[in-house]
């Protein structure tokens, strides 16, 4: 195995999308920031250095940091932030993963534009399972702002209200050939007829659901979230906002300019959303531009399914499964019940209670309404059992049944507010039922664990029924995963063996419900022996 170092200069940068001029934040002047190409095994230490006027932390999203939570990233959680001027090294050791997962920043809301591609290729030696792709290609879906993002974020926060949607879906940090002023840096891959090409999908959009499909081409799936899958073939796949999903595709069409495309998966009912297509062109190389002036024909635009399509979503999901049998606990020592969704409180009218009918926007699980400390991070408390920085009340059921089919008691969608922890003993097995509350939002809710890989062991719509679904649970093959989309009206559950200590934060990755409070955090306590144990904070800890 090697030992991988880089370093993360965090800047700004001055980039023009849509017609206008932009200052963004961007990790060494690169937008989407550099991709991190690594193996199974492999150790990375990354020096991050803040030359932005902001605080900042960055995220290795999926990555498990065993034993290193102080790697992990999420401020005020695991570590307190960046300063301007100071710096961090983030030191892990990646253990038994292999595919594609992200970093983005985990600073209020800079990862809008703070992200990139991690790949983790099989040991040295080691192949795939499946065919080897001549050509791989990471396509990170973004979301961009014509706003400065932190002006976005204060808006919602202050006014309570919702914030405003972006101003375009983005391919590698562009939006491609169907907005203004785009069409010159449109994102390419050129093929050549009969070449495998494994495409990497990363949802990095803010706030999002996205489809993504690929024109005239079959896709099959591979693996997701950096965990193998059985592999099945369709034509289209809904990434939730953390998501990655690995596809390959055979370039055996007539050699052609074909859109790759992404387009708002949003849900029914209202929920407001930008319905453009964002796209990147995949090429033939030996396609002919026999237009005028060697003029190129335009690409074929692929059919994307309507954005309220959740048939489609449900039929893909569904189909993402182990390679083989899985060790799914089986046995639970910790059965729960988390509520996940949108709520507010009531206010006086005035320019901090923009929200509907007097209120202001929140979120919650269980009720709660998650506030991240300020004075120090969840685990710097924990570790160094500092006092009246959080409590570890979190409850395990909500405080009232809930029912779609009778009213929604106030108890679920009026929170309270608090930084409640939920203690796990080393080595606990856990069942997560996530029961969508569909209160407000009409949004699936990507629900992310840090530190962890889930097992997925059912999903539905409707009220979970504990005796008809829990039979129907799947523990033979279900997939493994550290995001999942908590389907609107409905419901999923998870399984997972508490085997990593330290704090570890479980939340809505988008980004506004998570600012609204969607999210709490684990506290698993050591086991015995090395092996079983979180190591020390590093010297260079930033502190608050
Ligand atoms: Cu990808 Cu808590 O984040």
Redesign the pocket.
């Known amino acids: 195995a090697e030992t991988h170092y880089h370093q993360f200069v965090v800047q700004a940068k001055t980039v023009q999308r849509l017609c206008k001029t932009r200052n963004i934040i961007t990790v060494n002047g690169q937008f989407p920031g550099p991709t991190l190409d690594v193996r199974n095994g492999d150790t990375l230490v990354i020096k991050v250095l803040n030359n932005a006027r902001y605080n900042i932390t960055i995220?290795w999203?999926g990555i498990r940091q065993m034993r290193t939570p102080w790697a992990d990233g999420?401020e005020f959680v695991t570590q307190c932030p960046i300063q301007p001027g100071a710096t961090y090294t983030y030191r892990y050791t990646i253990e038994d993963q292999e595919g594609t997962l992200w970093w983005?920043a985990?600073s209020r809301w800079l990862r809008a534009t703070v992200y990139g591609a991690l790949i983790i290729r099989p040991k040295l030696g080691s192949p795939y399972p499946f065919p080897q792709p001549k050509i791989e290609f990471p396509v990170v879906l973004g979301e961009w702002w014509n706003s400065n993002i932190l002006d976005t974020m204060r808006q919602a926060v202050f006014t309570g209200a919702a914030p405003n949607v972006s101003n375009a879906y983005t391919i590698n940090g562009q939006p491609g050939d169907l907005y203004g002023c785009s069409r010159q840096d449109t994102t390419r891959l050129s093929v050549s007829p009969g070449d495998t090409i494994l495409l990497r999908v990363i949802n990095a959009a803010l706030n999002q659901q996205l489809f993504f499909t690929v024109a005239n081409h079959r896709l099959t799936v591979v693996a997701a979230d950096a965990v193998y899958s059985k592999a099945f073939a369709t034509n289209v796949i809904m990434v939730g906002p953390?998501q990655t999903t690995d596809v390959l595709l055979t370039a055996d069409q007539n050699p052609g300019r074909y859109y790759m495309a992404a387009r708002a998966y949003a849900s029914p009912k209202n929920a407001p959303f930008d319905n453009t297509t964002t796209t990147a062109i995949l090429e033939y190389k030996s396609a002919s531009c026999t237009g005028r002036n060697g003029a190129c024909s335009r690409p074929i635009l692929p059919r994307l399914p309507a954005y309220n399509d959740t048939n489609t979503v449900t039929a893909f999901s569904t189909q993402l499964k182990s390679p083989s049998k899985a060790e799914v606990p089986l046995k639970i020592d910790e059965n729960s019940f988390f509520t996940v969704g949108l709520g507010f409180v009531f206010c006086n009218p005035g320019p901090r209670c923009q929200g509907p009918n007097n209120t202001r926007f929140a979120a919650s699980m269980n009720n709660v309404s998650f506030v991240l400390p300020r004075r120090t991070s969840l685990l710097q408390a924990y570790f160094q059992k500092i006092p009246g920085i959080y409590t570890t009340d979190f409850p395990p059921i909500p405080p009232v049944k809930f029912d779609y089919t009778g009213n929604v008691s106030r108890a679920l969608w009026q929170p309270s507010f608090g930084t409640k922890l939920y203690k796990l003993k080393f080595g606990s097995s856990v069942q997560i039922v996530l029961q969508d509350t569909s209160i407000f939002s009409t949004e699936d809710h990507p629900i992310?664990l840090?530190g962890y890989h889930f097992y997925v062991v059912g999903q539905g719509f409707g009220n979970f029924n504990p005796g008809t679904d829990t039979a129907n649970f799947n523990l033979n093959d279900p997939p493994q995963r550290n995001t999942i989309d908590v389907p609107v009206g409905g419901w999923a559950v998870i399984r997972f063996v508490a085997d990593n200590p330290g704090v570890w934060?479980f939340?809505c990755?988008i980004d506004t419900h998570l600012t609204w409070g969607l999210g709490m955090a684990f506290e698993v306590e050591n086991g015995v022996g090395e092996l079983q144990t979180m190591e020390p904070p590093p010297a260079d800890l930033p502190r608050c």
């Open positions: 995220h999203h999420p983005h985990h953390g992310h840090h934060l939340h990755h």
